[in-house]
Protein backbone atom coordinates (compact mmCIF):
# COMPACT_ATOMS: atom_id res chain seq x y z
CA UNK A 1 0.00 0.00 0.00
CA UNK A 2 1.26 3.68 -0.70
CA UNK A 3 0.57 6.53 0.81
CA UNK A 4 0.31 10.45 -0.72
CA UNK A 5 0.04 13.17 2.15
CA UNK A 6 -0.06 16.79 1.46
CA UNK A 7 0.54 20.05 3.58
CA UNK A 8 1.17 23.86 2.65
CA UNK A 9 -2.79 24.53 2.32
CA UNK A 10 -4.10 27.68 4.02
CA UNK A 11 -6.14 30.81 3.90
CA UNK A 12 -4.27 33.80 1.64
CA UNK A 13 -5.53 37.13 0.38
CA UNK A 14 -5.73 37.56 -3.33
CA UNK A 15 -2.64 38.02 -5.25
CA UNK A 16 -0.88 36.18 -2.47
CA UNK A 17 1.08 32.55 -2.88
CA UNK A 18 1.25 29.29 -1.63
CA UNK A 19 3.68 26.04 -1.99
CA UNK A 20 1.40 22.68 -1.33
CA UNK A 21 3.57 19.69 -0.98
CA UNK A 22 2.52 16.06 -1.59
CA UNK A 23 5.12 13.15 -0.43
CA UNK A 24 4.79 9.83 -1.21
CA UNK A 25 5.86 6.70 0.37
CA UNK A 26 7.68 4.85 -1.95
CA UNK A 27 9.87 6.38 -4.54
CA UNK A 28 7.54 6.70 -7.51
CA UNK A 29 7.46 10.23 -8.57
CA UNK A 30 10.13 9.11 -11.35
CA UNK A 31 8.24 6.63 -12.52
CA UNK A 32 5.09 7.65 -13.14
CA UNK A 33 2.44 10.79 -14.06
CA UNK A 34 1.82 12.41 -10.98
CA UNK A 35 -0.37 15.68 -10.29
CA UNK A 36 -2.53 18.09 -8.30
CA UNK A 37 -6.63 17.90 -8.94
CA UNK A 38 -8.74 20.29 -7.14
CA UNK A 39 -12.60 20.08 -6.35
CA UNK A 40 -13.99 23.91 -5.69
CA UNK A 41 -17.44 23.84 -3.45
CA UNK A 42 -20.31 22.73 -5.68
CA UNK A 43 -18.01 21.89 -8.66
CA UNK A 44 -16.25 18.05 -9.52
CA UNK A 45 -12.73 17.26 -9.13
CA UNK A 46 -10.58 18.80 -12.20
CA UNK A 47 -6.88 18.46 -13.14
CA UNK A 48 -4.68 21.31 -12.14
CA UNK A 49 -1.13 20.30 -13.41
CA UNK A 50 0.67 17.32 -14.14
CA UNK A 51 3.88 16.04 -14.68
CA UNK A 52 5.12 13.41 -16.47
CA UNK A 53 7.94 10.73 -15.77
CA UNK A 54 10.00 12.22 -18.48
CA UNK A 55 9.61 15.35 -17.02
CA UNK A 56 6.75 16.81 -19.44
CA UNK A 57 4.26 19.36 -17.51
CA UNK A 58 0.38 19.82 -18.12
CA UNK A 59 -1.65 22.67 -17.00
CA UNK A 60 -5.01 23.59 -17.00
CA UNK A 61 -5.90 26.95 -18.89
CA UNK A 62 -7.15 28.62 -16.03
CA UNK A 63 -4.04 28.40 -14.37
CA UNK A 64 -1.11 28.44 -17.12
CA UNK A 65 1.07 31.34 -15.88
CA UNK A 66 0.16 31.11 -12.36
CA UNK A 67 1.03 27.71 -11.26
CA UNK A 68 4.22 25.87 -11.33
CA UNK A 69 4.56 21.97 -11.16
CA UNK A 70 7.56 20.02 -10.19
CA UNK A 71 9.05 17.16 -8.00
CA UNK A 72 12.34 16.17 -6.26
CA UNK A 73 12.76 12.51 -6.72
CA UNK A 74 15.05 11.99 -4.10
CA UNK A 75 12.42 13.44 -1.88
CA UNK A 76 10.04 11.43 -2.98
CA UNK A 77 8.04 14.67 -2.80
CA UNK A 78 6.33 16.94 -5.53
CA UNK A 79 5.21 20.90 -5.35
CA UNK A 80 2.73 22.86 -6.51
CA UNK A 81 3.65 26.65 -6.26
CA UNK A 82 0.83 28.80 -6.63
CA UNK A 83 1.24 32.39 -7.36
CA UNK A 84 -1.17 35.80 -8.08
CA UNK A 85 -3.69 33.62 -6.20
CA UNK A 86 -7.48 34.41 -6.91
CA UNK A 87 -10.94 33.86 -5.12
CA UNK A 88 -11.77 31.37 -7.70
CA UNK A 89 -8.66 28.95 -7.04
CA UNK A 90 -10.62 28.44 -3.39
CA UNK A 91 -10.52 24.60 -3.52
CA UNK A 92 -9.44 21.48 -1.84
CA UNK A 93 -6.39 20.36 -3.76
CA UNK A 94 -5.37 16.37 -4.04
CA UNK A 95 -2.15 15.11 -5.15
CA UNK A 96 -2.37 12.11 -7.49
CA UNK A 97 -0.21 9.27 -8.58
CA UNK A 98 -0.77 6.79 -11.46
CA UNK A 99 0.95 4.10 -9.80
CA UNK A 100 1.14 1.54 -11.07
CA UNK A 101 0.87 3.31 -14.19
CA UNK A 102 -2.02 3.19 -16.44
CA UNK A 103 -3.82 1.99 -12.93
CA UNK A 104 -6.56 4.74 -11.02
CA UNK A 105 -3.76 5.12 -8.47
CA UNK A 106 -3.67 6.75 -5.23
CA UNK A 107 -5.02 9.85 -4.09
CA UNK A 108 -3.98 11.79 -1.18
CA UNK A 109 -6.46 12.99 1.58
CA UNK A 110 -6.58 16.51 0.43
CA UNK A 111 -5.00 20.24 1.56
CA UNK A 112 -7.89 23.35 1.72
CA UNK A 113 -6.28 26.30 -0.29
CA UNK A 114 -9.25 29.44 0.19
CA UNK A 115 -8.48 32.97 -1.32
CA UNK A 116 -10.17 35.70 0.54
CA UNK A 117 -9.57 38.91 2.08
Excluded at 84 to 98: G, I, Q, R
Aim: net charge positive.
Amino acid sequence: QMQLVESGGGLVQPGGSLRPSCTASRSIFRIVTVGWYRRAPGKQRGLVAEITSGGRRNYADSVKGRFTISRDNAKNTMYLQIDSLKPEDTAVYYCHAEYPPNSPGYWGQGTQVTVSS
